[in-house]
T-cell receptor
Framework: DTGVSQDPRHKITKRGQNVTFRCDPISEHNRLYWYRQTLGQGPEFLTYFQNEAQLEKSRLLSDRFSAERPKGSFSTLEIQRTEQGDSAMYLC?????????????????FGPGTRLTVT | GNSVTQMEGPVTLSEEAFLTINCTYT??????LFWYVQYPGEGLQLLLKATKADDKGSNKGFEATYRKETTSFHLEKGSVQVSDSAVYFC????????????FGSGTQLTVLP
């Protein structure tokens, strides 16, 4: 399977603990996106990388959140001092980025998500 | 900023009924428009897209037309099946450098046999 994978699929943690999620994009994709989806809502953009560079962050990404993509391949999203409001599905997507945006390879392909529950 | 407003659900239909899910958007510039589908226990999948005004996206019997004059991208299917039961999300991709997607809140569709 060459799709986007995320690990773990589910995470239950206690308030105040740190958690880290991993995303492995489709191998040739140079762009990687993180979104958050709360119950009954659509995904909301958090941040994105082009290769190893983090180029944009949403206002939703508080100081407790940090994302990395050290070698331009997989990415990690860490949440420090988790709060109950952090409970959500965290989605990763990847795509190609370039001057031609219209082919199917330039669309975002989503992973299955990591469901975080903070108790 | 960009936003997407989607018909609230849930929507329950009988098999072979006609489906319409309304979607309107607000955006600067010339966004691309998408419908994504999320089946139970699975990730988001791209269903169809349109990149400019009057384009019609279609896939698996679903269609949507990019209407710039009404800023709409309504999803339609002439005859739904039980297997179409899922959550449907309308989304737009702006013309900014990040190219991130802005989603609506989703519409839960249940098709009964």
């Amino acid at each position: 399977d060459t799709g986007v994978s995320q690990d773990p699929r589910h995470k239950i943690t206690k308030r105040g603990q740190n958690v880290t999620f991993r995303c492995d994009p489709i191998s040739e994709h140079n762009r990687l996106y993180w979104y958050r989806q709360t119950l009954g809502q659509g995904p909301e953009f958090l941040t994105y990388f082009q290769n190893e560079a983090q180029l944009e962050k949403s206002r939703l990404l508080s100081d407790r959140f940090s994302a990395e993509r050290p070698k331009g391949s997989f990415s990690t999203l860490e949440i420090q001092r988790t709060e109950q409001g952090d409970s959500a599905m965290y989605l990763c997507a990847s795509s190609l980025g370039g001057t031609n945006w219209e082919g199917p390879a330039y669309e975002q392909y989503f992973g299955p998500g990591t469901r975080l529950t903070v108790t | 900023g960009n936003s997407v407003t989607q018909m609230e659900g849930p929507v329950t239909l009988s098999e072979e009924a006609f489906l319409t899910i309304n979607c309107t958007y607000t955006a600067t510039g010339y966004p691309s428009l998408f419908w994504y589908v999320q089946y139970p226990g699975e990730g988001l999948q791209l269903l169809l897209k349109a990149t400019k005004a009057d384009d019609k996206g279609s896939n698996k019997g679903f269609e949507a037309t990019y209407r710039k004059e009404t800023t709409s991208f309504h999803l339609e299917k002439g005859s739904v099946q039980v297997s179409d039961s899922a959550v449907y999300f309308c989304a737009l991709r702006g013309s900014g450098s990040a190219r991130q997607l802005t989603f609506g809140s989703g519409t839960q569709l249940t098709v009964l046999p």
